[in-house]
C-alpha cells in the first residue's frame, strides 16, 4: 500500500513571494490533516478535511494560508506572501475517516524563507 | 485549548539505559497516541491506547494510558541507537477525534 505522498520535499523562497505544496493521502483515506511544525517541535494542525470538505481551520492564519481538497483525493497547501516565520516543515497527513485514532504521514516539505 | 506537555524535552542516554517519557495535560482525552519521527520524515505511529490505566507492550516499548485519562509515560528498556528519534505523544478527543500533539521529547541513544 502506498503512503502519503507530498512534494515538492525542499523549498527556498524569499519573503513575500508565493509557495503551494502538494499531498496525496493514502487511497481511501476520507480525511485529509495539513500540519505546521517548527524544528523539534510537536505539529501544529493547520487544516483537516474530511473528503472535500473543511472539519477544523481554527489555527490557518487565513490571511496568507489557503488550502483546497477539491475532488475529496489531492489537496495544496499555499502561502501567500510568506514570512519569515513561515519557515518549518509541513506535514501532510491523512486517515480513514475523522473517527480514526491514527493518522498516517507524509514525508513532509521542508520551506526555508529568507 | 487542549495542551499537551512531554518531558523531558531532551534526553541523552548511553546504550543499554532505560528511560521514561512523559506527556501530561490537564484536559481528558478519548484516546492517546505514540509517534516516533526521525530527521526528515514525518511521524510514524507506534501505539495507540484508548482505555484509563491500559498498558501496551511494543518490543522493548511500555506504553502506559493514566487512569483519569489525562496523560500518558513511555518507557524503554535497553535503549538502542535505533531508538534515537523524536518521540511524540498526541491525544484525541471530540466527536471527530480532533488531535492535539504534545510538545515533543528528542531523545539520543550514544553506541
Known amino acids: 500500500e502506498a503512503g502519503v505522498a507530498q512534494s515538492p520535499r525542499y523549498k527556498i523562497i524569499e519573503k513575500r513571494q508565493s509557495v503551494a505544496f502538494w499531498c496525496n493521502p493514502i487511497?481511501?483515506?476520507?480525511?485529509l490533516y495539513w500540519y505546521q511544525q517548527i524544528l523539534g517541535q510537536g505539529p501544529k494542525l493547520l487544516i483537516q478535511f474530511q473528503n472535500n470538505g473543511v472539519v477544523d481551520d481554527s489555527q490557518l492564519p487565513k490571511d496568507r494560508f489557503s488550502a483546497e481538497r477539491l475532488k475529496g483525493v489531492d489537496s495544496t497547501l499555499k502561502i501567500q506572501p510568506a514570512k519569515l516565520e513561515d519557515s518549518a516543515v509541513y506535514l501532510c497527513?491523512?486517515?480513514?475517516?475523522?473517527?480514526?485514532?491514527?493518522?498516517?504521514f507524509g514525508p513532509g516539505t521542508r520551506l526555508t524563507v529568507t | 485549548t487542549q495542551l499537551l506537555e512531554q518531558s523531558p524535552q531532551f534526553l541523552s542516554i548511553q546504550e543499554g539505559e532505560n528511560l521514561t517519557v512523559y506527556c501530561n495535560s490537564s484536559?481528558?482525552?478519548?484516546?492517546l497516541q505514540w509517534y516516533r519521527q526521525e530527521p526528515g520524515e514525518g511521524p510514524v505511529l507506534l501505539v495507540t491506547?484508548?482505555?484509563?490505566?491500559e498498558v501496551k507492550k511494543l518490543k522493548r516499548l511500555t506504553f502506559q494510558f493514566g487512569d483519569a485519562r489525562k496523560d500518558s509515560s513511555l518507557h524503554i528498556t535497553a535503549a538502542q541507537p535505533g531508538d534515537t528519534g523524536l518521540y511524540l505523544c498526541a491525544g484525541s478527543s471530540g466527536g471527530y477525534q480532533k488531535v492535539t500533539f504534545g510538545t515533543g521529547t528528542k531523545l539520543q541513544v550514544i553506541p
Open positions: 491506547v484508548v482505555t484509563g490505566g
Open positions: 484536559s481528558v482525552f478519548s484516546s
Open positions: 497527513a491523512s486517515s480513514l475517516d475523522v473517527w480514526s485514532y491514527e493518522q498516517y
Open positions: 487511497s481511501g483515506h476520507a480525511t
